[in-house]
């Protein structure tokens, strides 16, 4: 369920006619609706109730400051990667104790920023990481909490770029190995072991991969409670998928997840996080677009549109399916036409559909890119020079342009040119 529907012919984010956002920002652009974005956070905190618990919003979904505050605001706390997405959570305003800093690869750097600033627990990766944490801590004066990411084997059934719980993915310590790795962790002087964090994937359209990996963490927990560890927080992870197509796919929906998690893991009585990226952004957003030439090809017609894989990835890099709508409804009876829907970028991967049916379009229309609001604008790049797009976000009635376009002097004025040139 989102906020993009049609009225009177025409599409709208929320109260607004999208037709009347392209006019005043031009296209392409990003637009997300608060109303959504609530929803689904609050679907997740719902799904939780009774439990003592925090919706950590993994931001790398989408970082927009804008969307950050309405999901602070609504009391989310957030799962970090990096340090830019750990400056971003403060600068929208979210506390230190609601952010928990997730990832492989931490440095010394990004480590003395978060215990320096404030943070709620680091996910730790390996036994590499958890020294240094332990040493910038002791330097820092602190005790750095954390938790150990284990990777518990099991398949997510997920697109392979997006699965990390199998054995041979770079994730997380192996859980076979848990014993050993938190008794380093206990021996040293600058943690705080306080639970057990597991993720293993994205975008899981069932539910018994979370079983199958919550049952190992159920058991782990009592393993390591009997060897004296006090484990009192599980960091589940996100990876609840979404529906990309609207008329075929029906994943799990949150309560029903929040029912597994208090089904496997509720008689632990630990505090419990998770960290949903995709399901509350992901439909959150549109990316619109304008029909810039329709192309007639020997065997099929290409509509080229003046949004690209710069400015939306996933289907050059995952294959993913993006269902595309007019933004003038189609007339109750229309013929539908096939057409291959491509970008203007010099690379055939620059394709965002084939085949796709869909009402006959000339050069002007307008269309968007439904589920675009995860794993979209924060993976755009500026690939054949064109320009990030623009974000808007509606709320009922208004809207905001909240991350503007920047213009080509800004662009080139970012180059800066060595003395001998
Ligand atoms: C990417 C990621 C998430 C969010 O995954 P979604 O599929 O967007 O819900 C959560 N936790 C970690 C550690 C991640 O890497």
Known sequence: MDHFLYRDGALYAEDVPVAEIAAAVGSPCYIYSTATLLRHFRLFDEALEGTEHLVCYAMKAASNQAILKTLAAAGAGMDVVSEGEYLRAKAAGVPGDKIVFSGVGKTDAEIRTALSGGIRQFNVESEPEMEVISRVAVELGTIAPITI?????????????????????KFGIPISRAKEVYALAASLPGLDVVGIDCHIGSQLTELEPFKLAYQKVAELTEALRAEGHNIRRLDLGGGLGIPYTRSNEAP??????????????????????????????????????????????????????????????????????????????????????????????????????????????????????????????????????????PEVLVHGDQFAVIRKRPTFDEIINRDTIPEWL
């Open 149 to 169: 990411r284990v990777n518990p084997d099991v398949d997510a059934k997920t697109h392979a770029k997006i699965a990390t719980g199998k054995s041979e993915n």
């Open 252 to 389: 799990p929906l949150p309560v029903e997840y929040g029912q597994l998690i208090k089904d496997t893991l509720g008689y632990l009585n630990c505090e419990i996080e998770i960290e949903p990226g995709r399901l509350i952004a992901g439909n959150a957003g549109i990316m619109l677009s304008k029909v810039i030439y329709v192309k007639s090809g020997e065997d099929r017609d290409f509509l080229i549109i003046d949004g690209a894989m710069n400015d939306l990835i996933r289907p050059a890099m995952y294959e993913a399916h993006h269902d595309i709508i007019p933004v003038v409804e189609p007339a109750p009876g229309t013929e539908p036409h096939s057409y291959d829907i491509v970008g203007p970028v010099c690379e055939t991967g620059d394709t965002f559909a084939k085949n796709r049916e869909m009402t006959p379009l000339v050069a002007g229309d307008l269309i968007a890119f439904r589920s675009a609001g995860a794993y979209g604008a924060v993976m755009a790049s500026e690939y054949n020079s064109r320009p990030l797009i």
